[in-house]
């Protein structure tokens, strides 16, 4: 399976820059997965499409403010560095930039040495191993320091760093946010249960390496970043609970998906865990768990349209990207939703 099979172009104005006012105003694309046939709808019209005794699923992870600007201790250069995940107490794998400034045993100060970290190590990707320190509670030094990671493709700064955080998150530990969820207000969940619709919670910490373009030829090589989730049994209860009464499990986001596909038994069951997965979902994929999916726009030839073409088929998802492209939705992070079913 090649990777170019997954490339559509998209004209770069299309890129969301900034978050609409209204975070359940912006335009939903619904497509149908079995006929390709395509609706036009704004997002707070989701009520439509969701049934009693349906089960919602959300990714309750939280966005940290994982972008540090410091300097190299003896030489004043200016060194980027990204959170990605704790490794252990304060020991945390990063990505830096310039790289070639942080050999191990360099040592880079922060916020006039609030915060300072040693390089302890280079790994996979050429990432480091840093350790901090500082006196405190790292998360209110982070608070005040640090800046949301928006994706590469965002330009614009974010004023608000809240608009980069759904109104359910709860557990610090995503260098990314699960954006599907970006267009549910507080108010559109109450209708949601209002409507006798069920609501789970799973956590996955999203990596960065959603973002990272599949270097590959053939999508059979490439090999995704791993990523820690947890599921509660309350929420396998619900999710197992519809499954097993007839009705529809809706995953909002390819993390909520990732999380549920890769917990579940071969019976498509789900219980009470956590860890790590690295599952990589493209066409063939036969989904043991979820039956729908509100997802965003993504990016030509990553493995999240991969993952949008199992569930859908690549001809139908193709083909409603370059409606979508004509019709002027708004692309990526920060733009417009689709809800396959």
Aim: net charge negative; with cysteine; glycine share 8%.
């Amino acid at each position: 399976m090649d990777v170019k099979d997954f490339y559509y172009d998209l004209p770069e104005e299309l890129i969301a820059q900034d978050p609409l006012e209204d975070r359940s105003s912006s335009r939903l694309m619904v497509l149908d997965k079995n006929t390709g046939a395509i609706q036009h709808k704004i997002f707070r019209d989701i009520l439509e499409y969701l049934n009693p005794g349906d089960c919602l699923v959300l990714n309750n992870t939280k966005v940290i403010p994982a972008r540090l600007f410091g300097v190299k201790e003896g030489t004043e250069a200016k060194i980027e560095i990204l959170l990605l995940k704790r490794r252990e107490n304060d020991i945390w794998e990063t990505l830096v930039k310039p790289g070639k400034k942080a050999k191990p045993g360099t040592k880079i100060s922060f916020g006039d040495g609030i915060l300072k970290g040693e390089v302890l190590d280079v790994v996979e990707d050429g990432n480091r191993l840093i350790q901090f320190s500082y006196e405190g509670i790292f998360e209110e030094i982070l608070d005040q320091l640090g800046q949301m990671p928006l994706p590469p493709y965002i330009t614009h700064q974010l004023t608000d760093k809240n608009r980069y955080q759904t109104v359910y998150a709860k557990y610090d530990g995503s260098a990314a946010a699960p954006t599907a969820g970006l267009h549910f207000t507080k108010e559109l969940l109450e209708a949601v249960k209002e409507k006798g619709v069920d609501i789970a919670e799973v956590t996955l910490h999203v990596g960065l390496g959603t973002f990272r373009p599949v270097k590959v030829d053939n999508i059979l090589d490439h090999h995704m970043h791993s990523e820690y989730y947890m599921i509660s049994q309350e929420a396998a209860d619900k999710i197992n609970h519809a499954k097993e009464s007839g009705h529809r499990v809706i995953a909002v986001g390819t993390t909520s998906t990732r999380t549920m596909e890769a917990a579940a038994d071969e019976n498509g069951k789900l219980h009470e865990c956590s860890g790590w997965t690295e599952i990589f979902i493209y066409p063939g994929y036969q989904f043991k768990v979820i039956d729908a999916l509100i997802t965003n726009f993504h990016l030509p030839e990553s493995t999240l349209v991969m993952l949008v073409s199992a569930l859908a088929g690549r001809d139908h998802i193709l083909a409603a990207y370059e409606e979508a492209v004509r019709e002027r939705y708004r692309f990526f992070s920060f733009g417009d939703a689709m809800l396959i079913q």
